[in-house]
């Protein structure tokens, strides 16, 4: 980040100077997270590990969701267990550590929850998912451990309505994936499994656009895809 420089438009990050300016487009971070960023020169060395994990996030809610939605054959599903393991848990992780480091705790929470949450899906299906014989009685509890994720996910959407307005789009659209395929395996419902496959191929679209927008003002220096803040600094 340099120093003493007018910022470019449609940013609030300098090119040149002695001035250090927050860069907005960070879609994680709230009002705290910016004054921090302005508070901290180390800080301002990291880059903004925002789009990484967002693009963990997609890829892996894209596959998965394929699946659900029934656009793919069931059979082809293990595709989606590697892809969990590696980018939407490992590497979706170590983006929740970097927002640490960047003191945005929105990021943080977000990030390291999604990504231990994609280590635990991978870990059921590989390891535990055969203890439970009884098909229906899987359904039930992979149901109700999805709707438990809602449950998170709705404190993280009240706490998204001062971040960004693709992020709370985001996670409006991520608690009524969680609840819909949640509530369609706990009453064996394949069409609300299939509705809730669909919600998540729009939750990974939305993912995806708020990833390329964080990347795109990195790599442009301008906003070139908006996503406007809902906070005022």
């Given at each position: 980040?340099?120093?003493?420089?007018?910022?470019?438009a449609g940013?609030?990050?300098?090119?040149?100077?002695?001035?250090?300016?927050?860069?907005?487009?960070?879609?994680?971070?709230?009002?705290?997270?910016?004054?921090?960023?302005?508070?901290?020169?180390?800080?301002?060395?990291?880059?903004?590990?925002?789009?990484?994990?967002?693009?963990?996030?997609?890829?892996?809610?894209?596959?998965?969701?394929?699946?659900?939605?029934?656009?793919?054959?069931?059979?082809?599903?293990?595709?989606?267990?590697?892809?969990?393991?590696?980018?939407?848990?490992?590497?979706?992780?170590?983006?929740?550590?970097?927002?640490?480091?960047?003191?945005?705790?929105?990021?943080?929470?977000?990030?390291?929850?999604?990504g231990?949450?994609?280590?635990?899906?991978?870990?059921f299906?590989?390891?535990?998912?055969?203890?439970?014989?009884?098909?229906?009685?899987?359904?039930?509890v992979?149901?109700?451990?999805?709707?438990?994720?809602?449950?998170?996910?709705?404190?993280?959407?009240?706490?998204?309505?001062?971040?960004?307005?693709?992020?709370?789009?985001?996670?409006?659209?991520?608690?009524?994936?969680?609840?819909?395929?949640?509530?369609?395996?706990?009453?064996?419902?394949?069409?609300?499994?299939?509705?809730?496959?669909?919600?998540?191929?729009?939750?990974?679209?939305?993912?995806?656009?708020?990833?390329?927008?964080?990347?795109?003002?990195?790599?442009?220096?301008?906003?070139?895809?908006?996503?406007?803040?809902?906070?005022?600094?």
């Amino acid at each position: 980040m340099a120093v003493n420089a007018a910022p470019d438009a449609g940013t609030k990050t300098a090119r040149e100077g002695n001035e250090f300016l927050a860069d907005l487009s960070d879609p994680t971070a709230g009002r705290v997270a910016m004054a921090r960023e302005l508070a901290s020169e180390n800080v301002r060395m990291i880059a903004d590990p925002a789009p990484l994990g967002l693009g963990c996030f997609a890829l892996t809610t894209f596959l998965l969701s394929l699946f659900n939605a029934g656009l793919l054959p069931a059979a082809g599903e293990p595709i989606v267990f590697g892809v969990a393991l590696a980018y939407g848990g490992a590497i979706q992780v170590l983006a929740g550590m970097w927002e640490f480091r960047k003191g945005n705790v929105f990021g943080a929470t977000a990030f390291t929850s999604y990504g231990a949450f994609w280590l635990s899906f991978w870990a059921f299906v590989t390891f535990y998912a055969a203890d439970i014989p009884d098909a229906g009685d899987r359904a039930t509890v992979v149901g109700w451990y999805l709707i438990g994720w809602g449950i998170f996910t709705v404190i993280m959407w009240v706490a998204s309505l001062r971040t960004t307005a693709v992020l709370a789009l985001l996670f409006t659209l991520l608690a009524a994936t969680f609840f819909v395929l949640g509530i369609g395996d706990v009453a064996q419902n394949e069409g609300l499994v299939t509705l809730g496959g669909y919600l998540g191929l729009v939750t990974a679209a939305v993912a995806w656009y708020a990833c390329l927008a964080g990347v795109s003002a990195s790599t442009f220096g301008r906003t070139v895809l908006p996503n406007p803040p809902l906070y005022k600094l």
